[in-house]
């Protein structure tokens, strides 16, 4: 069970229905209001609170834990009554332990949705994988440090809304993302976080204009991806600009004998392709003369009536030999 066990006097514990049960009070005098911190003893009520905690002896505990709401007595504060919390052990809206609470958000950290819902299952904790989704989605973000190097860039959200993306160039983790790519907000940005060496951008004049008024002394670079994208639409523009000068560069071809046709595998070119048209030739030709249908001489030989077929019309086995097509001369051959 969880410690920091000071506050609160442990009446009674029992086992029901598998679940190990303790009921609990909470005994300290005085309770500091979470507004203006003053200390109060004033009881205004009490009321019973159920915890979960972590498994014991592959049982799930379950604390039912009688709390008092107080008055606050100090002039100066908006607050009327509050109920009193045990460090370590309530937080307000919550209805697990800090211990297993952090047991259920570890498991969604390391293991997503289903298996960090299997894993809190085996230890007696049934949840869903929607739940361990939401209790992950409810964990604060890591304050992110300052970079060295600052990848700044748009991307397209929808159609033809934008927004400028902060990346942390040596890590390659998302910094930060809005809306929008003007340079105001990259400057205010770079302002609330100097220590940028660094900066990687396009070759937008907005971001530029952007980088030089919230960080001057950054050094301004390109990264490669936008070296390549930049040389090549430049080497597309010049080839468009030249387009009527190239068919003058293409050398005259020499003059020379024609270019023969490509030979032709010869009938005399052994091969296992016509020697199987041979055999099928020899033995369908065996048999179409004796007045059989062509399903009767598919059936026997086991062939495709299709094939039969063919065979039987053609006057020679070299016809039903697949030929390969000549390549024909194409205007990218000289």
Not at 231 to 251: D, F, M, N, Y
């Given at each position: 069970m969880s410690p920091h066990l000071d506050a609160v006097r442990v009446e009674r514990g029992w086992v029901a229905g598998g679940v190990v049960r303790v009921a609990a009070c909470t005994r300290g005098a005085t309770v500091t209001c979470p507004d203006c911190g003053r200390g109060s003893a004033r009881v205004h009520s009490r009321y019973c609170r159920t915890l979960a905690d972590v498994a014991v002896g592959g049982r799930p505990v379950v604390i039912e834990l009688s709390v008092r709401r107080l008055f606050c007595d100090s002039p100066g504060c908006g607050r009327r009554t509050f109920a009193e919390q045990v460090e370590g052990l309530t937080r307000r809206y919550r209805r697990r332990s800090p211990l297993l609470q952090h047991l259920v958000e570890m498991a969604g950290v390391l293991l997503a949705g289903r298996g960090g819902a299997r894993l809190p299952r085996i230890l007696r904790v049934p949840l869903s994988r929607t739940s361990v989704l939401f209790h992950l989605m409810r964990l604060p973000l890591p304050s992110a440090a300052t970079p060295r190097v600052l990848g700044v860039d748009d991307f397209a959200l929808y159609a033809d809304?934008?927004?400028?993306?902060?990346?942390?160039?040596?890590t390659r983790l998302p910094i930060e993302l809005w809306e929008g790519r003007d340079a105001e907000p990259v400057a205010a940005w770079l302002r609330t976080h100097p220590g940028v060496e660094v900066v990687c951008r396009d070759g937008s004049l907005v971001y530029r204009q952007g980088i030089t008024d919230g960080a001057p002394e950054a050094v301004q670079v390109s990264d490669r991806f936008h070296l390549w994208q930049g040389?090549?639409?430049?080497?597309?523009?010049?080839?468009?600009?030249?387009?009527?000068?190239?068919?003058?560069?293409?050398?005259?071809?020499?003059?020379?004998?024609?270019?023969?046709e490509p030979a032709r595998p010869s009938d005399e070119a052994d091969t296992p392709a016509r020697r199987h048209a041979k055999r099928l030739f020899e033995a369908v030709h065996a048999v179409s003369g004796t007045g059989r249908s062509l399903n009767a001489i598919a059936r026997e030989l086991g062939l495709n009536r299709r094939t039969v077929s063919k065979y039987a019309r053609a006057a020679t086995w070299q016809e039903c030999v697949r030929t390969t097509r000549p390549r024909r001369p194409t205007s990218l051959d000289p």
């Open positions: 809304v934008y927004g400028t993306l902060l990346v942390d160039a040596e040389l090549s639409k430049r080497v597309g523009e010049i080839a468009a600009t030249h387009r009527g000068c190239l068919p003058a560069a293409v050398p005259e071809p020499a003059a020379g004998p024609s270019p023969a």
